[in-house]
């Protein structure tokens, strides 16, 4: 069966026809779909440049610049309608948790923003791609164009669970907040699809470096991912690599050609290496008095701070005191320090073995333990690695 009648099929079914293409206009295909259904959508719309007369470089060779047929609208009145017209229907398949990413330039984008906001979605930031390869502006007429810009939007200003995955932006760069400025190239070399002839297969392939942050920012594993504006599948190969579904819908024949054969070539990463990690919201809350019910802390001993200026004493209630003021370990990290706030679990430290350790070792330690499967039977249960009193005796005043 091909993939056109699989996914014909799945449409009447009434199930998503996933990781397929469907072939033809977008806004028909995007109409057979349920709505709430989609978890995704990222669209890279036509651009509507309006290029007059060819481009050439200083040697007087041509800029294969977007000239296609696909490119063109007779209007701004006909591309707004048009822009309307699938941004409304992607706005009725999206799940209320879901989001939109679209894509594009100063030609388009400032049209398609103003459409998306008329049409009810809300916009959670605008994205710079910076390109670092930019095409240079032959004539020297203007300044390069060096950046598109993507929109990223729920689907009503009261749309509340979208997924964002915070935590794996942090950790893919290095550690610090991911900011909506984007440093990435343009796709060239190996990754650029060419046809027989050695061409590019497509103007505009997007680098799948984009598409990597975008879904690995706004979707889960498993989720439904879907671009009304295939070209040549890098929304689907990168959703197809990380786990989640796609579902592409181009009506170019020679672009679902190469797309088709991109994707058959994707190897899925295993499911371990694209599961989200949990965000510090997410995380079972510890008090820290669970430390001292637990045992892994004794009322009485002695917690420092990394240069062991300051040592409060452990309470039974959980309470930290130090020269007669009593509070959270919060509370004291922030008083001793004379500050307006502190983080105890970072903060506070416990000795072993006259070494100083981070008392959120054993906050991490009871969450481990929480998170894990049923404990086994009683003969087989090994204790703590922090025992009650072990090591940390000689901390008592
Ligand atoms: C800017 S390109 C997308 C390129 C794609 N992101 C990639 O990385 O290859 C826009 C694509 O939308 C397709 N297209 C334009 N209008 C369409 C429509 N009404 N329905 C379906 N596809 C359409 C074009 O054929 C073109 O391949």
């Not at 103007?203 to 879907?226: C, F, M, N, W, Y």
């Not at 430290?349 to 333990?369: S, T």
Request: proline share 7%; net charge positive.
């Amino acid at each position: 069966m091909s993939q056109a009648v699989a996914a014909a099929k799945a449409v009447q079914g009434g199930r998503l026809p996933l990781d397929t293409i469907m072939v033809g206009d977008c806004i028909a295909a995007l109409k057979t779909l349920p709505d709430k259904s989609v978890d995704l959508v990222f669209a890279d719309p036509p651009y509507n440049l309006q290029l007059g007369g060819e481009l050439t470089r200083p040697d007087q060779s041509r800029v294969a610049g977007v000239d296609d047929a696909w490119d063109k609208f007779a209007s701004f009145e006909a591309y707004d309608k048009f822009s309307r017209a699938w941004l409304a229907e992607c706005r009725r398949i999206l799940k209320p948790t879901g989001t939109l990413w679209v894509i594009g330039s100063y030609h388009n984008i400032f049209r398609v923003g103003a459409a998306l906001q008329d049409l009810g979605f809300w916009i959670l930031n605008d994205i710079i791609w910076r390109k670092s390869n930019p095409m240079p502006n032959f004539r020297g007429t203007r300044f390069t164009n060096a950046h598109e810009t993507l929109i990223w939007a729920s689907p009503t200003q009261e749309a509340s669970g979208y997924t964002f995955n915070y935590e794996a932006m942090k950790t893919l760069n290095e550690g610090l907040q991911m900011r909506s400025d984007w440093l990435i190239p343009l796709c060239t070399g190996g990754e650029r699809l060419k046809g027989d002839d050695g061409a590019k297969a497509h103007p505009t392939q997007k680098p799948e470096a984009l598409l990597h942050r975008v879904i690995l920012a706004a979707s889960k594993p498993g989720d439904v991912v879907v671009d009304p504006f295939f070209g040549t599948g890098t929304t689907g190969a990168v959703a197809k690599k990380l786990g989640r579904h796609f579902i592409g819908m181009e009506r170019d024949p020679g672009y679902i050609k190469a797309a088709r054969e991109r994707l058959r070539q994707v190897v899925p990463a295993a499911a371990e290496d694209v599961a989200i990690a949990k965000t510090k919201r997410e995380e079972v809350r510890i008090p820290f008095g669970q430390v001292i019910e637990r045992g892994l802390l004794e009322p009485g001993m002695k917690l420092y701070d990394p240069s062991r200026r300051h040592a409060a004493r452990v309470r039974a209630d959980g309470s930290l005191s130090v020269d007669g003021a009593t509070g959270s370990i919060h509370q004291i990290g922030a008083h001793v320090q004379n500050l307006p706030a502190c983080n105890g679990w970072t903060f506070w430290h416990f000795l072993v073995d006259g070494k100083l350790k981070p008392i959120d070792i054993l906050r991490q330690q009871i969450r481990a333990e929480l998170e894990s499967p049923p404990p086994p039977p009683p003969s087989a249960v090994v204790p703590l690695p922090v025992r009650r009193g072990k090591d940390l005796s000689h901390n008592r005043r």
